[in-house]
């Protein structure tokens, strides 16, 4: 499928719209979740007080704290929390697939995703954590600056109806989120969590579905097509396919379960009609365990 | 009830519907598209079944009801089928086309006009003839007669014996079919134009079944009106409402007595009594009954019921002054209410006929007078006398009964409990109950000091109407011709007796009266006299005024049957206004027998009907439903329905806007309306103070002023006992202004001049001691005068509004001590230029006095530039809206216009209260000498 010039600039500027929404919300969603820092308990780089501790001998005077020197006549270097960061590298499903949604007044899994992601790059940030891309198009870099760079990057649209984990540039012991609805092919999935395994990096898999794309409410002849418009299944009389639908969904729901459990991932579904709050808090969790271990 | 059709064997078609029935449910309905990102767990999945869900039951069912109606439909059915066999070419149609028609007169124009549309299909020569104008038929084609349909009207007469012998001459011998429309009422001539009729073709009488009621004309007896209802013979019990109208005492007409009665049982003819003051009596006009719109239901009363005239005469004109001793005072007191009272002497009062003449104590009147006098009351008048000194000296009916005194007097009469005699002044007895005054009640402090004594006659105890309680006669009557003398052998003031003093006298004297008011016309008197038509009655019973139509003879107004010449309505003949009525005296309303055979059928017989158009019509409204069934089957219910939603917003905007127009331009028509929204928002405002602001149009200038007048409004209740009640914008065109004190009038460019109407309003405004405050908002760029857009704006708008001549406010106007001492107005903008009506020229400052005494009006306009509303303006939450100057200074100025604001509003509300000299020294000491 060819996109014109003009297509693309719609489609840029609608997103562009959603943006500072998208932010926004990311943010709101991100303030919900009470932020604790977890220093090393040891001095090192930081930015909280630690300790004052006496000047030794061959320190360079410039290391001095004056103010609280002043109070008494040895010499006091004031010291800071270690703090050292983890980095996560995420994956947002951007294909047509994602940009579903089952009622008019639902958000697409896409809207939802991002959010998602957005919110949990704002968390992680705030906690003072490098945060990128794990297909490489964006480096996992600190401060707050970074969140602006993730933003612009979600707002890109992929054509494809569906799309698999790219995990181009992970970065050893990274902890890695993979978002999507993994309706696509499980093999691809299941390649880039052992490739990632095989790096060290742990991770999580959220699945983000529509209810619909559970319950299948479908009769009647009618013709399903992929968003993207490439695939095509025609049937007539589709209350029938219900049964077998749900199997299949279910089937991949347990595979993808499974290929956690054997890798020591963690795997979580969401379905959009609730809250992303608690998607965000699941996915904080599970990544803040990992975080704290180290 | 029956059913026919047209073509029946369409109807075979119908057999065909369950095989449709089989095809629809073989074909599969449409496929829907949906996009399901699930589709790639879908592939390869396959339909257990291949046959397709079907269309539903009822979905068939909706779609067979369609067809069948329409098949029953393009099979033509009739309801009521009537054979139409013509036998003769010609149709005669006649009407009786009389008052009685008038109620039903829509519906046999419809029935007339399906008539004639059935005889221009058939192409039958037509005629019609009305028998309340009868004349020689002529046959004409059906289509002019169709042309000629809405000019025919009913006439406020029905056609009488005379006018069914005219139309019978007038028929021709040629054969024709005859459609006779009869109002229902018996009349003598019509089995004989029946017959004739019949001998010439077939006659189908169609007869409207109603119920007619009618009033007879009112009679006034005894103070109260008396008037009948009559009715055709029925057996139901009905009630009718009578009304009668009038006019009230600023000559508007009104209802003045509503009776609602029945009529039970069989009863045909029922009495409606009003028993009304002498004052309403007098003013009613007519009669008429409720829902009955004929001719016939109204009763005209022209002066039957008309004030009396009644002539004072007393000798001793002499006698200056004394006002409560003239003899004359308490009975001109007690008609004055109720009648017209003449005054002066005999000679020149009894050719004006009055009803009735009161001779106070004269005991003298030259024969001519005497000759005169006894001839008026011969004919009906009623002549009073009082007794008195004169009476008693004189030998006025001493020997022999004087023709003008009821009885015979003896000399001297007599004084009971005066000084100088025996005994208490007499009590009256009670009335006999033959006597005019029988039921008056008798106060226990009316006593007879004095009187005159009636000569004991054989005739004497007919005569007395009244006498004392130990039964000496105090008022005697007697009868004279046509009329009466009454004698009361007391005076007619306070000197003999206290009856005069009484209620009582006013009772009896209006008892007296009442027998000479309400007479019919006397024939004998009007012979020869021509009246002319004022008002004639329409045959819907509707007053028209008379135009070109000739007077008539008395002879036959009263008496010749109803005509076009002689018409119910109101004739005058010099002062003297008759009604003729529809309804005589003593009538009787009867029904018509037709004879045994007569192809007789009522008005509201159904007839032929064709249905095929309402099942096709039904069809289509079913297919519709379909069509939404349909779509809400596939789920595109909802999007087809937005879609045509928004079509039918996007199409009815124009319109809207031009309708928006329309109903400017006919404002009365619409008055209603808005005079009711009028209502609402000027209850608003007279109930509680409100500021009010001028709608400009532009939306953000009129949130501004809004916001503005609130934040003004907070400020007044938070530090001023002015509490005002939410601001209002006003539309000038449409909103009553006169509740408002003060009307902030922001500038802008593109606003439009008022229309004239509100100039008109906004000038009364001004002179009733409005103020408008003209801001044009733009005192940071321009100065008072400049050619700013704003500026010119308003030396356009202004034009219209009747300005006085302004000056730039003078430091000492009282608008800079109203509430607070203030020298500057700031806005949002602070320029010194406010310009405010000129004070006079001569006003100089006195001597020590920091300011002119002016006490003069509240200057009706304020025009300034500093946009005040803006400095005003608070948002819901109750914060500034737009930022003044810069900080600390701020603070101030918006403070300072406040500050102007509160002024502002109190000088509109107190006026130059403050100007007031009184409160100088206090305001000396504020001022900090």
């Known amino acids: 499928v060819s996109i014109s010039a003009h297509d693309i600039r719609n489609i840029a500027e609608c997103d562009a719209a959603h943006l500072p929404g998208l932010l926004l919300r990311s943010q709101h969603l991100a303030n919900g979740v009470l932020l604790g820092e977890h220093g090393r308990r040891r001095p090192g780089s930081g930015d909280d007080f630690w300790q004052y501790r006496p000047l030794y001998d061959g320190e360079s005077h410039r290391m001095i704290d004056w103010r609280q020197s002043a109070r008494g006549d040895d010499h006091f270097v004031r010291q800071h929390e270690l703090k050292n960061a983890q980095t996560a590298q995420l994956w947002v499903d951007q294909s047509a697939s994602m940009r579903f949604t089952g009622h008019a007044g639902r958000t697409t899994k896409s809207g939802r995703a991002r959010v998602i992601a957005l919110a949990l790059s704002i968390l992680l940030l705030r906690k003072g954590e490098r945060v990128g891309l794990s297909d490489g198009t964006l480096a996992p870099r600190r401060g707050a600056q970074q969140v602006q760079h993730l933003s612009d990057r979600f707002e890109l649209d992929d054509i494809q109806d569906y799309a698999a984990p790219a995990i181009g540039a992970l970065k050893p012991n990274a902890r890695v989120v993979f978002i999507s609805d993994f309706m696509a092919p499980i093999e691809p999935v299941t390649t880039a969590v052992g490739r990632a395994t095989d790096r060290n990096a742990t991770g999580v898999l959220l699945q983000v579905l529509d209810p619909i794309e559970l319950q299948f409410p479908f009769s009647g002849r009618t013709i399903f097509e992929s968003l993207g418009g490439k695939l095509r299944h025609e049937s007539l009389k589709a209350s029938d396919l219900k049964a077998d639908y749900v199997e299949r969904i279910e089937t991949r729901c347990s595979a993808l379960r499974d290929l956690c459990q054997r890798t020591g991932w963690q795997y979580h579904r969401h379905m959009t009609d609730r809250a992303a709050q608690s998607a965000l808090l699941w996915l904080y969790h599970a990544l803040g365990d990992g975080t704290q271990r180290s | ?929």
């Not at chain 2, 007169?105 to 059935?118: I, M």
């Not at chain 2, 004189?394 to 003896?410: A, C, G």
């Not at chain 2, 039921?439 to 226990?444: D, K, M, S, T, Y």
């Not at chain 2, 602001?693 to 916001?707: F, L, P, Q, R």
């Open chain 2, 1 to 929: 009830m029956s059913l026919t059709f047209l073509t029946p064997w369409l109807l075979s078609a119908l057999l065909g519907l369950p095989v449709l029935w089989l095809l629809l449910r073989a074909v599969p309905p449409a496929p829907i598209r949906r996009f399901f990102p699930g589709v790639i767990l879908l592939l390869g999945l396959r339909d257990k079944t291949q046959i397709s869900d079907r269309t539903p039951w009822w979905l068939l069912l909706i779609r067979m009801l369609a067809l069948g109606l329409i098949i029953l439909g393009l099979a033509g059915p009739l309801l009521n089928p009537q054979s139409t066999t013509i036998k003769r070419s010609d149709l005669l149609i006649l009407l009786d086309g009389g008052w009685a028609a008038a109620r039903d007169w829509q519906a046999h124009q419809l029935l007339l006009d399906r008539v004639l549309n059935q005889a221009a299909r058939d192409g039958r020569p037509v005629a019609i003839a009305r028998l309340t104008t009868p004349s020689t038929p002529v046959f004409q084609s059906a289509q002019s007669w169709q042309e000629r349909l809405p000019g025919l009207a009913p006439t406020p007469w029905v056609p009488d014996a005379s006018k069914m012998q005219t139309a019978l001459q007038g028929l021709n011998d040629q054969p024709f079919d005859s459609l006779w429309l009869s109002d229902g009422l018996a009349q003598t001539g019509r089995a004989a134009l029946l017959s004739a009729l019949q001998n010439r073709g077939d006659v189908e009488v169609i007869e409207t079944e109603q119920t007619l009621f009618a009033l007879e004309p009112a009679k006034l007896s005894d103070g109260i009106i008396t008037l009948h209802a009559i009715r055709l013979p029925n057996t139901v019990d009905q009630s009718v409402t009578i009304r009668a109208h009038g006019t009230d005492p600023n000559g508007r007409s009104q209802i003045i007595s509503t009776i609602t009665t029945a009529f039970t049982e069989s009863a045909t003819r029922i009495p409606v009594q009003f028993s009304l003051p002498a004052e309403l009596r007098e003013r009613v006009s007519r009669f008429d009954i409720v829902g009955q719109t004929s001719a016939a239901g109204v009763s005209l009363t022209g002066n039957s019921l008309l004030r009396r005239e009644v002539a004072l005469i007393s000798e001793g004109a002499d006698r200056e002054g004394l006002e409560l001793l003239s003899p004359l005072h308490f009975i001109a007191r007690a008609y004055a209410p109720s009648a017209e009272l003449l005054s002066g002497d005999l000679t020149t009062l009894l050719p004006a006929n009055p009803d009735l003449v009161v001779l106070a104590d004269i005991a003298k009147l030259s024969t001519t007078e005497e000759t005169a006098l006894g001839q008026w009351v011969a004919e009906g008048g009623l002549l009073l006398r009082f007794a008195g000194p004169r009476l008693a000296t004189s030998d006025l009916s001493r020997t022999t009964e004087h023709p003008l005194m009821p009885v015979r007097l003896r000399a001297g009469g007599r004084t009971v409990g005066g000084a100088m005699s025996w005994g208490a002044p007499k009590s009256l007895a009670a009335f006999a109950p033959n006597s005019p005054f029988f039921g008056l009640e008798i106060p226990n402090d009316v006593r007879v000091s004095a009187q005159v004594l009636a000569q004991p006659d054989p005739s004497l105890s007919q005569r007395v109407i009244a006498m004392l309680a130990d039964g000496t006669p105090l008022v005697t009557r007697k009868q004279s011709g046509k009329g009466q003398i009454v004698l009361f052998h007391v005076t007619a003031n306070a000197e003999w007796s206290s009856l005069p003093l009484s209620g009582l006298f006013v009772q009896m004297l209006e008892r007296l009266s009442q027998s000479v008011a309400g007479s019919e016309p006397d024939m004998k008197s009007l012979q020869g006299t021509i009246w002319q038509p004022s008002q004639i009655l329409s045959a819907q019973g509707q007053l028209e005024p008379a135009t070109r139509l000739a007077g008539i003879a008395a002879e036959k107004l009263f008496d010749a049957p109803l005509s076009a010449e002689i018409r119910p309505g109101l004739y005058t003949h010099a002062k003297e206004q008759v009604a003729r009525n529809v309804i005589g005296p003593d009538s009787r309303l009867l029904p018509a027998i037709w004879p045994n055979g007569t192809n007789l059928r009522g008005l509201s017989d159904r007839l032929e009907t064709p249905l095929g158009g309402w099942c096709l019509i039904l069809a289509l409204l079913i297919l519709l439903v379909d069509v939404l069934a349909t779509l809400s089957l596939s789920g595109r219910l909802v999007s087809t329905v937005a879609v045509l939603c928004l079509l039918a917003t996007l199409s009815s905007t124009g319109p809207a806007g031009a309708q928006d127009d329309g109903a400017e331009a006919r404002t009365p028509a619409t008055n209603g309306n808005a005079g009711a929204a009028v209502s609402e928002k000027a209850w608003q405002a007279s109930s509680e103070l409100t500021l009010a602001y001028v709608v400009t149009g532009n939306s953000k200038v009129d949130a501004i002023s809004k916001a503005g007048l609130d934040g003004l409004s907070q400020t007044l209740f938070a530090r001023t006992s002015v509490e005002p009640a939410a601001p209002v914008g006003l539309d000038l065109e449409r909103d009553m202004l006169m509740f408002y004190p003060l009307l902030y009038w922001p500038i802008t460019a593109g606003q439009p001049t008022p229309s004239l109407k509100a100039y008109r309003k906004l000038n009364a405004f001004l002179k009733s001691g409005g103020m408008i405050v003209f801001d044009t908002r733009d005192g940071d760029i321009a100065g008072f005068g400049t050619s700013s857009p704003n500026s010119l704006r308003l030396q356009k708008i202004t034009y219209g509004i009747d300005i006085p001549a302004l000056e730039p406010m003078p430091q000492d106007h009282v608008l800079t001590r109203a509430f607070y001492l203030l020298q500057d107005f700031p806005g949002r903008y602070t320029q010194r230029d406010i310009w405010v009506e000129a004070a006079p020229q001569a006003v100089e400052k006195a001597a020590g006095m920091p300011f002119r005494n002016l006490n003069d009006g509240v200057s009706p306009v304020i025009i300034g530039g500093n946009d005040w509303a803006a400095a005003w303006a608070v948002d819901a939450q109750g914060k500034q809206m737009f930022p003044i100057g810069r900080n600390a200074s701020d603070r101030r100025q918006r403070e300072l216009a406040y500050r102007f604001g509160i002024n502002l509003v109190m000088h509109v509300l107190t006026g130059n209260y403050k100007s007031d000299q009184v409160h100088v020294p206090a305001l000396l000491d504020r001022l900090g000498q």
